[in-house]
DNA sequence: CCACCTTCTTGACATATATCAAAGAGGTGG
DNA sequence: CCACCTCTTTGATATATGTCAAGAAGGTGG
């Protein structure tokens, strides 16, 4: 008899009902939403989207973007590559260089899905 | 004489004009919508804001959300006080529960931001 | 085939983050 | 004041992430 009050042995605090139904957001779904959200949520993957947002066909080469962001290019490239596996950069071979390009449909479906006011992901998956 | 070329000491690589012109986006601005996409890049988080979003007054306290994503209630804790740091959460005493309620004018600023087409921060900041 | 350019991968490292158990802090009610 | 409830902080730990140097991979041009 370790307490003095065993009442509710399980679990089920008293403050409020268990209505432990609709999880509204399966953890599926959120964890595809979180993977694009965590693409967006650096601060050097920010400026090269918004650099890549500016130019006249959103696309760029790695050689211009590593001096925006004044980080080696390997981090850059790694930046790129977690921007393309998100789908929100297409990654396309010129000759020697490769060019990013935005994608603008998904940061689209994101700000829908932000915007939605129930996290509602059709669209996005 | 390291080098059979020095060719161009510096840097300056061959394959694109310098241009290092517009940074479009400022390091300060990219890390304070960093921070909020950092908040919302999470699944617990996500799970924990569509079950808020989902509520009469989008209003809960943390006794009813820790059960939702089946974690202990300091972990919860602290994923619900990184909400309300960011901005996107508010907290308010009422008796003895804690209620967390959605500022939905801020997710509304993260989408318009990501939705502008150029990163534009103003009304997120 | 060889020198060179651009980009990517690998390995190593430091920092940040998510998680929990245990203990503290704030509040209610006998 | 004391027992209890709800919530948060602290300390510890494991995993994830950002960064770079070094070297590999893909492509061009003599």
Redesign the interface.
């Known amino acids: 008899m370790p307490k003095t009050l065993p009442l509710l042995e399980d679990a089920s ?1 008293i ?2 009902d ?3 139904a ?4 399966s ?1 599926d779904d ?2 595809a ?2 993977v694009r ?2 693409a ?5 993957r ?2 090269l ?3 890549l ?2 130019q006249p066909n959103q696309e760029a ?1 790695t ?2 973007l590593a ?2 962001v004044k980080l080696s290019e390997p981090t850059v490239s790694h930046h790129l590559k977690k921007l393309e596996t998100s789908g929100i950069l297409t990654k396309e071979r010129h000759g ?2 490769v060019h990013y390009r935005v994608v ?1 449909e998904a ?2 479906a ?3 899905t ?2 939605a ?3 509602d992901l059709s669209g996005v998956l």
């Open positions: 605090p403050c409020c268990p209505l432990g609709s999880a509204t957001l953890l959120a964890m939403l979180a959200l965590k967006l949520a650096d601060p050097t920010l400026q989207l918004a650099y947002l500016a080469c050689c211009d001096p925006i020697m260089s603008p940061i689209h994101i700000a829908r932000l915007d006011g129930t996290l």
